[in-house]
C-alpha cells in the first residue's frame, strides 16, 4: 500500500513565523502535491513537482514556496505566516510518465493554526 | 476552465435507504475521473477511477458510473459506516504528465441508524 506521511497532524504557529511543513512518501512516486483544503472551497493546488528539484505553481501560489531535494520527500514553506493560511494541507503523490492517469495517493494532512 | 461541481453539498439518509451522488464536470477531454472518501479529520482515499464514458467499477455498497458529462456515485443500501465527505476529481487529457487534477467541493454523506 502506498504511504504517504505528513509530519504533523496539528501545528499553531505565530503571524510572521516561517512554517515547515514536511511529506514523505514511499513509492517511489515521481509526483508530489500540496493542497489546502478549506470549507465549501474544495481542494486547491498550491505546488507540485515532477521530479527532484523541479517545482510548478499550482493555483494558489502566493505565500507558499517548496523544496524537493530527495525524490519521497516534498516540503511546504510559508514565508510569513498569515492568519489566513490558516487551513488543512494535504500532501499527495502519484505515478508519473505512462502511468500518468493513475490516482494521487493523500496523507492524513496537517491542521495549521496561525494565530 | 475545467470545472467539476457535486451535488447535493450534504445528503442525510436512513440505514438501507439508496441515493446517488452527482459529480458534472467540463473538462477539456477527459484522461480520468476519480472518486475518493474522506473521512474527517484524515486525507481523501482512493475508491474508483473512470476513463471513458460508459465505464462501471463497483465497490461493496457503492457503484462508479461514468458519462461524457458527469459521473454518479451510487450508494445502495448505505450502512452508518457510509458516512463521509465523497470527492470527485478530473484530470484532462491535455494535462501534461504530472496527473494535474480538478477536485469538486464535495458531497457530506450522514447515514442514521
Known amino acids: 500500500d502506498v504511504k504517504v506521511t505528513q509530519s504533523s497532524r496539528y501545528l499553531v504557529k505565530r503571524t510572521g513565523e516561517k512554517v515547515f511543513l514536511e511529506c514523505v512518501q514511499d513509492?517511489?512516486?515521481?509526483?508530489m502535491f500540496w493542497y489546502r483544503q478549506d470549507p465549501g472551497l474544495g481542494l486547491r493546488l498550491i505546488y507540485f513537482?515532477?521530479?527532484?528539484?523541479?517545482?510548478e505553481k499550482g493555483d494558489i501560489p502566493e505565500g507558499y514556496s517548496v523544496s524537493r531535494e530527495k525524490k519521497e520527500r516534498f516540503s511546504l514553506i510559508l514565508e510569513s505566516a498569515s492568519t489566513n493560511q490558516t487551513s488543512m494541507y494535504l500532501c499527495?503523490?502519484?505515478?508519473?510518465?505512462?502511468?500518468?492517469?493513475?490516482?494521487?495517493?493523500f496523507g492524513d494532512g496537517t491542521r495549521l493554526s496561525i494565530l | 476552465e475545467d470545472q467539476v461541481t457535486q451535488s447535493p453539498e450534504a445528503l442525510r439518509l436512513q440505514e438501507g435507504e439508496s441515493s446517488s451522488l452527482n459529480c458534472s464536470y467540463t473538462?477539456?477531454?477527459?484522461?480520468?475521473l476519480f472518486w475518493y472518501r474522506q473521512d474527517p479529520g484524515k486525507g481523501p482515499e482512493f475508491l474508483f477511477t473512470?476513463?471513458?464514458a460508459g465505464e462501471e467499477k463497483e465497490k461493496e455498497r457503492l457503484k462508479a458510473t461514468l458519462t461524457k458529462k458527469e459521473s454518479f456515485l451510487h450508494i445502495t443500501a448505505p450502512k452508518p459506516e457510509d458516512s463521509a465527505t465523497y470527492l470527485c476529481?478530473?484530470?484532462?487529457?491535455?494535462?501534461?504528465?504530472?496527473?494535474?487534477?480538478?477536485f469538486g467541493a464535495g458531497t457530506r454523506l450522514t447515514v442514521k441508524p
Open positions: 499527495a503523490s502519484s505515478l508519473s510518465g505512462i502511468y500518468s492517469n493513475q490516482p494521487q495517493h
Open positions: 513509492m517511489d512516486h515521481e509526483n
Open positions: 513537482s515532477y521530479d527532484v528539484k523541479m517545482k
Open positions: 473538462v477539456s477531454g477527459l484522461r480520468g
Open positions: 473512470l476513463y471513458s
Open positions: 476529481a478530473v484530470q484532462a487529457i491535455l494535462t501534461m504528465e504530472n496527473n494535474d487534477m480538478r
